[in-house]
């Protein structure tokens, strides 16, 4: 079974930088996986940050960028803001169709 | 605009059916393929099922594979999830997604609580 493993929680500092990563339980991450990272914040939907590795979505800031570092998909945050403190997701696709999401990693700025 | 509306969510019995409906609307919804996905409370998300564009396949979860079944009516613009044997641990909310190019998805709906309790 295929496990998609990210930090449970990091921290950052205001005006700090931060990578959140996203690996595999065995191999490597890639391009072929096409990661995509979503935020979200308490009560609300997933909104969608990255697709298809570095592609920002419509009207996400270029404060957010995504790239593949070493063997894992990685979302940078740079000049975090109080209102980036929320949970993040990254999900890979496994081909047909098939997503297997990561666990989640919980931004705190502070 | 696009708007996704899941709606059929509610208390029911272990080892009893629920079938959850997501109305889209603002989109060409045949041409989309749609997925499921659910979080259970205080959880991370979990990718459930989809239904390709074309409606030609379905793929499932291992955890709800034979329980679990996505399909559509194209002409009522709904997306159906028939759930049938749930058990405590499917007691999440259940949101829909529109799947986009190059493997990702934009859209999702506001989701609705499916709670299995007896």
């Known amino acids: 079974q295929t496990v998609v493993t990210q930090e449970p929680s990091v921290s950052v500092s205001p005006g700090g930088t931060v990578t959140l990563t996203c690996g595999l339980s065995s191999g490597s991450v890639s391009t072929d996986y096409y990661p995509s990272w979503f935020q979200q914040t308490p009560g609300q939907a997933p909104r969608r940050l990255i697709y298809n590795t570095y592609t920002r979505s419509s009207g996400v800031p270029d404060r957010f960028a995504g790239s593949i570092l070493g063997n894992r998909a990685a979302l940078f945050i740079t000049g975090a803001q109080a209102d980036d403190e929320c949970d993040y997701y990254c999900v890979l696709y496994m081909g047909n169709g098939i997503w297997v999401f990561g666990g989640g990693t919980r931004v705190t700025v502070l | 605009q696009v708007q996704l509306v899941e709606s059929g969510g509610g208390v029911v019995q272990p080892g009893r059916s629920l079938r959850l409906s997501c109305t889209a609307s603002?989109?060409?919804?045949?041409?989309?393929?749609m997925h499921w996905v659910r979080q259970a409370p205080g959880k991370g998300l979990e990718w459930v099922a989809v239904m390709w564009h074309d409606g030609s396949q379905q793929y499932y979860g291992d955890s709800v594979r034979g329980r679990f079944t996505v399909y559509r009516d194209i002409s009522k613009n709904t997306l159906y999830l028939q759930m049938n044997s749930l058990r405590g641990d499917d007691t999440a909310v259940y949101y829909c997604v529109r799947a986009t190019e190059l493997h990702s998805a934009d859209f999702w709906g506001q989701g609705t609580l499916v709670t299995v309790s007896s």
């Open positions: 603002g989109f060409p919804f045949s041409r989309y393929g």
